[in-house]
């Protein structure tokens, strides 16, 4: 029998023309968003990228065009000539700060591609149920994380007692009462704890090791009675608004946390509020007006090897001299609000703004800025958060000045996107799961109209949200948002 060559190579060739066409891979998914330029803080921008979705995880990023969706699985968004990056965070809110507005906080977050949240102060009767809200409708809600009240001395400074100090903190009058109520706390499920201004060296030193014995993140305000190279050395492991830095980086620290520790003693008996703003009053000036910058890298140096982290909250810290909530897309953001706060928003935040800036404040507001190139620079790890609602910060909203801020205090906008995505999903031990665009991670994404690396402002272009998986596009953000206004 003679073998004919010829069917066989005939049935290669089509295997071959087969395989060619059909490199284009399907894969089942929720939805793909196609052609779509991603952004997230590993990669910077990747161009032309299809991310596929199934339930809450990002199933796959692939080239535009190498892999589709399996017809009739789910559906195909046009992503082109958008910008995709990961859900933002706020690490600094405080949700029950206003029982006014802590109902609309979920929903303003979520509008603003705001899809988690660190709250760092309230009172845990209060906080622990709205965590339980956010936690039955992960769709819907931020991802929230608790630290309870602020662990303080005494006298406190936030104990409820005047019209502009809320209930928030909790005074320890020692290292045993502190470890008892930190236990309650850990009892409770907290997911960080937070120290403040007026504890005493030792009580502080417990509560750190409370949190190092239990895997909690220890943050806050550096006590009044310590350096802040000793807090950062004790196991600090992040600083709120750069709070008392400035003592620590002027040339006489020493001096003046031998004062601090003086007026502490004489005041014990003050009111904590009262105390610790006339000290603040007595040497934030002075300690700006004469920084050293042999002893701000010493400083820094200590915080970057400790990984002792920094949130700015350069929204509160520069607001005096910024006055960013003059402006008319602020004063706009109001409107989302319950008429009694838009209308005391609106007046004081207009009459404050048609102020003259006060040199003080300036110059509190210029150190900060300063300071978050010197953070950079000493690579010191830097978190984005706001302190929403306190000072006419609409929720969410307030998100992209900081972010703002963050850029012109020096970082890049990638480092700005970083500081509010990768580094707080690293802060939780959630670097694994949240804050990059790849295979496998949670699906908490934002989709934006404009490029944020060539602005950073258009962080706020929002196109649609992505929570958990689930979809809101623009029709149902605004949606959500004029529920807001009803
Ligand atoms: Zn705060």
Redesign the pocket.
Known sequence: MIFSLKPFLVSIGLMIIFFSCNTTQTIEADYVIENVDVIDANSGLQKSKSVFIQNNRIKKVSNFGEVKIKSGTGKVIDGSGKFLIPGLWDA?V?LTFDPLITPTMFKLFLAFGVTSVRD??GLMDLVMPEREKARRDPENTPRVMVAGPLLDGVPTVYDGSGQNNPHIGMGQANPEEASAYVDQLIEKDVDLLKAYEMLTPETFRTIIQKGKDNGLQVTGHVPLSMDVIEASNAGMNSM?HLRNLEFACSEDWEKLLETRKKLLFDGKDEAGYYLRKNIHKAQRQHAIENQSSERRALVLKHLSENETWQIP?LTITTSSAELFYGRPDWQESFKYLPDTIQKKWAGASMERAAQPIDSYNQLIADWHLEMINHLKKADVDIMAGT?TP?YFLTPGFSLHEELALLVKGGLSPLEAIEAATTKPAEYFGLEKELGLIQDGMLADLVLLNKNPLEDIRNSNSINTVIRNGKLHDRAALDQLLESLMK
């Open positions: 600094h405080h760092t102060g709120e909250t302190d306190i």
